[in-house]
């Protein structure tokens, strides 16, 4: 069993920034791909961004290109969201997200979730 704890949410004003962490407690399966979603009130889950094992590749959606960076430290199983430029509608629960293959994946193709950290940018 994989345990994902995320750190660094809160709360910033429109056009601040904030540094997700997650720490997996042990190395993922092979496809040691990681990422990020978000939850807002009311709203599906979705996909933010995603990383290879090697952190050669990553993929973000298109409402977070440009603003958000992620990255990641092999020899510390730990994956890292840079938010900047964040707005009003970037205010979500943030999920670290782990065991899954591809680079685009769906909600129901994770196999492991992070408790989630909140993420709010005022106006």
């Known amino acids: 069993q994989v345990r994902l704890v995320e750190s660094g949410g809160g709360l910033v004003q429109a056009g601040g920034s904030l540094r997700l962490s997650c720490a997996a407690s042990?190395?993922?399966?092979?496809?040691?791909?990681m990422g990020w979603f978000r939850q807002a009130p009311e709203k599906e889950r979705e996909l933010v961004a995603t990383i290879n094992w090697d952190g050669s590749t990553s993929y973000y959606a298109d409402s977070v290109k440009g603003r958000f960076t992620i990255s990641r430290d092999g020899a510390e199983n730990s994956v890292y969201l840079q938010m900047n430029n964040l707005k009003p509608e970037d205010t979500a629960v943030y999920y670290c997200?782990?065991?899954?293959?591809?680079?685009?994946?769906?909600?129901?193709?994770?196999?492991?979730w992070g408790q989630g950290t909140q993420v709010t940018a005022s106006s």
């Open positions: 997200a782990a065991g899954f293959a591809t680079m685009n994946p769906r909600s129901d193709e994770i196999v492991y």
């Open positions: 042990v190395r993922t399966r092979t496809s040691y791909t």
